[in-house]
């Protein structure tokens, strides 16, 4: 079967109409062939310049949404198991509202909500998004594997506790433990205890 593309190119804005022809022959003279005429119709219409587009996220951190409360937090992390424990200088940025955070560690973003605790309204437990919750799981379960020179295997469950205290100081403190059962490693504990200043974007 032979297929045959025919292309109308108006020249103009408007109704447009044309025909292109071809013949088809069994041999090589085409006077023994038949003969076809397409009548071909359309609409012409101006080009406009495609609308700019938006350029893409560079970096995980270059789109994110603006929060009016941010604060770089540091201090120590430890990550320990069976047969293995560690401790470290950790790390984090979180920028909230009244509703939702994002907590910023080195290329990784987590997304989640806040909830006040208590009536003060200086302390707030953090819930991770289920995405953000998977991510931080594999990344627990990453710094144990580091600590413990082994291969993690795959997260099976875990569980987080996140607590983020406005102090009167005009510091911030984020208290985090999460426990990540993990099929080769077992149970892992991470916990992190972190401080820094409150700035209001």
Not at 75 to 92: I, P, Q
Not at 169 to 194: H, I, P, Y
Request: hydrophobic share 35%; net charge negative; proline share 6%.
């Amino acid at each position: 079967m032979h297929r045959h593309l025919h292309l109308l190119s108006p020249g103009a804005p408007g109704a447009f109409s044309d025909g292109s022809s071809f013949t088809v022959s069994e041999t090589s003279n085409q006077s023994d062939g038949k003969h076809f005429i397409i009548a071909l119709s359309g609409t012409g219409v101006t080009p406009t310049a495609d609308e700019p587009q938006e350029p893409p996220c560079s970096t995980p951190t270059s789109c994110l949404p603006d929060f009016p409360n941010e604060a770089e937090l540091t201090g120590s992390a430890r990550v320990k198991g069976e047969g293995f424990k560690s401790t470290e200088a950790f790390a984090l940025g979180v920028d909230f509202d009244d509703a939702r955070f994002v907590v910023i560690e080195g290329d990784e973003v987590y997304f989640g909500n806040l909830v006040p605790k208590g009536p003060s309204g200086t302390k707030f437990r953090l819930f991770l998004d289920d995405g953000s919750r998977d991510a931080w799981s594999a990344d627990v379960a990453a710094r144990a594997g580091a600590a413990s020179s082994r291969a993690p295997g795959g997260v099976l469950g875990e569980s987080s506790k996140l607590v983020l205290k406005l102090r009167k100081d005009g510091r911030v403190s984020l208290d985090m433990k999460s426990n990540v059962l993990d099929s080769s490693l077992g149970e892992v504990v991470f916990r992190a205890t972190l401080t820094g200043d409150l700035g209001v974007q």
